[in-house]
């Protein structure tokens, strides 16, 4: 894992467990990434794009490889042109698929409107926007 700001000696000193969680998943986009991944299985470059309404195409470059690198996700080039290329969870990002849906059922209860009803269960296929 690459050295970041969450790792400084005087941060990790608070809480080691928290602040080597926040070096890894710090940044606007890797929990959805980790989400979508999570729940569609597998995603290419463009699904995620389409998905994640706002992201640059550097932006979410860099936080797929950082994912990568952390070792959350698995990204597999197939040699065909055009290229294609598949992300995948690893085993250690399998691991985190509890705490991810567990952090969605706690948004519901806590930061969702009232009556609001889950498109995204995992598995289904397919979320509230049909995306």
Not at 39 to 55: A, D, S, W
């Amino acid at each position: 894992m690459a050295k970041n700001k969450f790792q400084e000696p005087e941060t990790m000193a608070r809480c080691l467990p928290m602040s080597l969680l926040q070096g890894m998943l710090g940044g606007k986009w890797k929990l959805l990434i980790l989400w979508y991944v999570s729940f569609y299985r597998m995603q290419r470059f463009g699904e995620l794009t389409r998905r994640l309404e706002g992201i640059t195409q550097s932006t979410l470059t860099k936080q797929l490889r950082e994912l990568e690198r952390d070792g959350l996700l698995h990204r597999e080039v197939y040699p065909q042109v055009p290229p294609r290329v598949e992300y995948t969870l690893t085993p250690l990002g399998e691991s985190l698929v509890p705490v991810l849906e567990e952090m969605v059922r706690w948004s519901e209860g806590h930061l969702c409107p009232a009556g609001y009803r889950r498109g995204c269960e995992r598995g289904d296929g397919e979320d509230a926007d049909g995306v």
